[in-house]
């Protein structure tokens, strides 16, 4: 966000092409919710190239947890550090939060994210870890 952003004027700006490392497909998570205790989950990374620009990624979130709960998400990728925001789509559980995760380089062809997230309304608050790894 850029305060003070005229959106009545068009600015052109001139992306680089993505030249990071694509890390989009489906993941399997296992972690442990603070008020939740153990669980798994499946997240599914899509890199948005339209936004996506240089080392920096862009990428849509859906993560389906204990074949019960759906989220939706972003995230931006910095080579291999990660933020991301997530919101359950049932609005009335209060259950959205924000991530810090790292992605491992991947071995035997599989990218490992280890995360950590915050969610200040969930349950009056909490906070997990997860790690997922690419299917």
Request: glycine share 12%; proline share 3%; aromatic share 10%.
């Amino acid at each position: 966000m850029i305060a003070g952003a005229s959106h009545a004027a068009e600015a052109k700006t001139t992306f680089k092409p993505f030249s990071g490392v694509d890390i989009s497909g489906v993941y399997e998570c296992v972690g442990t919710d603070v008020h939740d205790g153990e669980g798994k989950s499946e997240m599914t990374l899509t890199l948005d190239s339209k936004y996506s620009s240089g080392k920096f990624g862009g990428y849509k979130a859906k993560v389906e947890a204990d074949g019960a709960l759906v989220y939706n998400g972003s995230v931006v990728a910095d080579r291999d550090h990660l933020a991301m925001n997530f919101v359950n789509v049932d609005p009335s559980k209060k259950d959205f939060g924000v991530a810090l995760a790292k992605v491992s380089s991947p071995s035997k062809g599989k990218f490992k994210i280890e995360k950590t997230y915050y969610e200040p309304e969930y349950m009056g608050g909490g906070n997990g870890v997860e790690t997922c790894t690419s299917k």
